[in-house]
């Protein structure tokens, strides 16, 4: 997949955008769409007044969630966008990555 600097998004900070392949893009947004659900479920328990561990174990499986969620998204990106850029002489990549994984890990 080749990353598109035009038009910009406007919540990115890169300023960078990527074409997804379908299959990529539905699995995303289907688990977008899950962790949604899962928030508003929480919000839901919060406003019903429900106890306390019942809302952090459902805490915790919107974390789960979003933590595979960030996985399979850097698993892509390493396959595609590093993996291209550096076949491509961009050797930058491999440091934006780092960087990237250092505020993921903070």
């Given at each position: 997949?080749?990353?598109?600097?035009?038009?910009?998004?406007?919540?990115?900070?890169?300023?960078?955008?990527?074409?997804?392949?379908?299959?990529?893009?539905?699995?995303?947004i289907k688990r977008?769409?899950?962790?949604?659900?899962?928030?508003?479920?929480?919000?839901?328990?919060?406003?019903?007044?429900?106890?306390?561990?019942?809302?952090?174990?459902?805490?915790?499986?919107?974390?789960?969630?979003?933590?595979?969620?960030?996985?399979?998204?850097?698993?892509?990106?390493?396959?595609?966008?590093?993996?291209?850029?550096?076949?491509?002489?961009?050797?930058?990549?491999?440091?934006?990555?780092?960087?990237?994984?250092?505020?993921?890990?903070?």
């Open positions: 997949m080749k990353k598109e600097t035009k038009p910009a998004c406007p919540v990115c900070s890169s300023g960078k955008t990527k074409v997804r392949s379908e299959e990529e893009y539905k699995d995303l977008l769409n899950r962790i949604e659900g899962q928030i508003r479920g929480l919000k839901g328990m919060v406003e019903n007044n429900a106890y306390c561990p019942d809302i952090l174990i459902q805490v915790t499986a919107a974390t789960s969630a979003l933590n595979s969620f960030s996985r399979v998204l850097l698993s892509n990106h390493i396959r595609t966008c590093v993996t291209n850029d550096i076949k491509e002489g961009h050797e930058e990549t491999v440091d934006e990555l780092l960087a990237t994984l250092r505020k993921m890990m903070k």
